[in-house]
């Protein structure tokens, strides 16, 4: 059989971590996709998946395979849409990554016009608060906010965002706005996504780096909680400022200590193609990267 098209056929199957589901995603049936892997182990002399009436998993030998065989099949597309013309149609399948809250503010409209524009394209988007190793996931097209380490990805920055204290206008009423980030011991803290008991705030004071030890009353695991209570009057919490555009719009929260902030964190559109990427990575990073430019210059 052709190796290109085994590999393709375990692909699916490790993705799908289902034989089944695998036949389903290749149009294949059952037992031709068995037949498949059956002769690729056989092929290489090892064994690639674990399976019982339960499940599908790669085994150690399998994940390898895996992360190779996701890579020859991305430069095979690649080649396929460089002799086609840089002016093809995209088509097929695109894995993108953002963090949460991000990605549906700001990733998911614009995926829904790449959508509508492209109708034989389709994705998966993956909205995590963790860094996603975009090789090793099979993601091709990642949002990221911060300092990028040394890498050979390709990334496009697209703006910046601002870490800011914020608080409703109600609790700041009855307990005062703090003056310096040392106030902030004397308030009320609402912390987001933390799970220790103390938390370390760093500003930006007499041209240095302060750390302010705060003892938050309330700890939440999603910004969105964090939101909801300091809009509720409880306290004061920090936020990325792209969070919370719609409530520092219609003034239900208002930043505080904003000459204390340090400096701002850039975006970026990253991918894991050269410079003759493929139409689909390059038409879903052009739409990413004009959408997100666009959107973040307005809040900024």
Same mark, same amino acid.
């Given at each position: 059989?052709?190796?290109?098209?085994?590999?393709?056929?375990?692909?699916?199957?490790? /993705?799908?971590?289902?034989?089944?589901?695998?036949?389903?995603?290749?149009?294949?049936?059952?037992?031709?996709?068995?037949?498949?892997?059956?002769?690729?182990?056989?092929?290489?002399?090892?064994?690639?998946?674990?399976?019982?009436?339960?499940?599908?998993?790669?085994?150690?030998?399998?994940?390898?395979?895996?992360?190779?065989?996701?890579?020859?099949?991305? /430069?095979?597309?690649? *080649?396929?849409?460089?002799?086609?013309?840089?002016?093809?149609?995209?088509?097929?399948?695109?894995?993108?990554? *953002?963090?949460?809250?991000?990605?549906?503010?700001?990733?998911?409209?614009?995926?829904?016009?790449?959508?509508?524009?492209?109708?034989?394209?389709?994705?998966?988007?993956?909205?995590?608060?963790?860094?996603?190793?975009?090789?090793?996931?099979?993601?091709?097209?990642?949002?990221?906010?911060?300092?990028?380490?040394?890498?050979?990805?390709? *990334?496009?920055?697209?703006?910046?965002?601002?870490?800011?204290?914020c608080a409703s206008p109600a609790y700041l009423a009855q307990h005062g706005t703090p003056q310096t980030p040392q106030d902030l011991l004397k308030h009320t803290v609402i912390s987001a996504s933390s799970i220790s008991p103390s938390v370390e705030w760093k500003f930006r004071q007499d041209h240095e780096l302060t750390a302010v030890r705060i003892k938050p009353r309330l700890i939440v695991t999603t910004n969105d909680a964090a939101i909801e209570?300091?809009?509720?009057?409880?306290?004061?919490?920090?936020?990325?400022?792209?969070?919370?555009?719609?409530?520092?719009?219609?003034?239900?929260?208002?930043?505080?200590?904003?000459?204390?902030?340090?400096?701002?964190?850039?975006?970026?559109?990253?991918?894991?193609?050269?410079?003759?990427?493929?139409?689909?990575?390059?038409?879903?990073?052009?739409?990413?990267?004009?959408?997100?430019?666009?959107?973040?210059?307005?809040?900024?």
């Amino acid at each position: 059989m052709d190796r290109l098209h085994l590999m393709t056929v375990f692909v699916a199957v490790a /993705e799908e971590e289902s034989f089944s589901g695998g036949a389903r995603r290749l149009a294949m049936s059952p037992p031709a996709v068995t037949r498949c892997i059956a002769s690729l182990e056989t092929r290489l002399g090892v064994k690639l998946l674990d399976r019982t009436t339960r499940y599908v998993r790669v085994t150690e030998a399998g994940q390898r395979y895996l992360d190779d065989a996701r890579r020859i099949i991305a /430069e095979m597309d690649e *080649a396929d849409d460089a002799v086609v013309g840089i002016n093809a149609t995209p088509k097929g399948h695109l894995t993108v990554t *953002a963090p949460g809250l991000f990605g549906r503010m700001y990733v998911t409209p614009l995926l829904v016009d790449y959508l509508n524009k492209y109708p034989q394209m389709d994705v998966s988007a993956l909205y995590l608060d963790r860094v996603v190793n975009m090789m090793e996931e099979g993601v091709d097209v990642g949002i990221r906010i911060g300092e990028l380490p040394d890498s050979s990805m390709m *990334a496009l920055r697209v703006g910046y965002i601002r870490r800011i204290v914020c608080a409703s206008p109600a609790y700041l009423a009855q307990h005062g706005t703090p003056q310096t980030p040392q106030d902030l011991l004397k308030h009320t803290v609402i912390s987001a996504s933390s799970i220790s008991p103390s938390v370390e705030w760093k500003f930006r004071q007499d041209h240095e780096l302060t750390a302010v030890r705060i003892k938050p009353r309330l700890i939440v695991t999603t910004n969105d909680a964090a939101i909801e209570v300091a809009q509720r009057g409880f306290g004061i919490t920090r936020l990325m400022s792209y969070q919370i555009t719609p409530q520092l719009s219609d003034h239900s929260l208002q930043v505080i200590l904003k000459e204390f902030e340090l400096p701002p964190l850039p975006v970026h559109v990253m991918h894991r193609e050269g410079r003759h990427k493929s139409a689909r990575v390059r038409t879903f990073v052009d739409v990413m990267v004009e959408g997100l430019r666009a959107q973040l210059k307005a809040i900024e």
